[in-house]
């Protein structure tokens, strides 16, 4: 039997190393002890070294992967998201508006006016009111063509003259859609574009069909454009 200290040749009986005076029952101990480490080191029991607990992300630093992610992501085509035009049911309350004149005034006719040329008068006027509604529908029905992408809002109007406009949704600083009651009653309204354009600061987006969800699409490609362009979209 050998010291484990020392490796010097020592009695099995003994208690200590002649030698070096080291105890010769420790050498079991000291091999039983690291009998029990290695499977405990093996199946992972022991406490992880040099491995720091994890920390929540701030909402800067989850803004800045997100930003991060977008950069390094190849640059997405330019996507057609929206296409109307001047939607018909924006003039329910022109022809009623008419509707109800031209009722009134025949009421009136009737009950005050006894000489034919009157008549004709009246007649000539109603036609006029009438003609006049019908052609402002027709114009903005066929001049008006909206257009709205990924990046871009395009604006079209025109017939003879077809002039274009165009704003980048990132230049959108506010989107906002207001509705008369008439507008409420048919699901149409007009959509109010503010933005650092200079040539169009304020843009109205009038007689628009189902205009909440279309509002809602601008500005949807407002934020998603502001990310994917790495600017904080709020102050954080």
């Known amino acids: 039997m050998r010291c484990h200290a020392c490796g010097e040749e020592v009695l099995e009986t003994g208690i200590y190393c002649h ?3 080291a105890r010769l029952d420790m050498a079991e101990e000291t091999g039983a002890a690291a ?4 499977p405990e080191a093996a199946e992972g029991g022991g406490p992880p070294q040099d ?6 992300a701030t909402p800067r630093e989850r803004l800045q992967e997100a930003v991060a992610a977008r950069r390094s992501a190849p640059d ?9 035009t001047y939607s018909s049911k924006a003039m329910v309350g022109m022809w009623v508006l008419c509707t109800a004149i031209t009722i009134g005034l025949l009421v009136v006719g009737a009950l005050w ?15 006029l009111m009438w003609l006049y509604a019908a052609v402002s529908f027709a114009y903005r029905r066929l001049s008006v063509r909206y257009r709205l992408t990924s990046k871009r809002f395009f604006h079209e109007k025109g017939i003879l003259r077809h002039v274009t ?5 990132i230049d959108m600083d506010d989107i906002a859609f207001e509705q008369s009651i008439i507008d409420r009653m048919v699901g149409v309204g007009t959509i109010r574009i503010t933005s650092s354009d200079r040539s169009h600061p ?12 279309v509002a809602g699409m601008m500005d949807e490609a ?13 102050s954080i």
């Open 113 to 127: 006016f006894r000489t034919p040329w009157l008549w004709y008068g009246l007649v000539i006027v109603l036609l």
């Open 35 to 38: 009998e029990r480490t290695e």
């Open 76 to 84: 997405e085509p330019e996507k057609d998201l929206w296409e109307g």
């Open 19 to 21: 030698k070096c005076g």
């Open 202 to 213: 304020i843009l109205l987006v009038a007689g628009i069909e189902k205009v909440k969800e």
């Open 222 to 234: 407002r934020l998603d454009e502001r990310l994917r362009r790495g600017l904080h979209i709020e």
């Open 51 to 56: 491995q720091a607990p994890e920390t929540p």
């Open 165 to 169: 406009d165009r704003i980048e949704v």
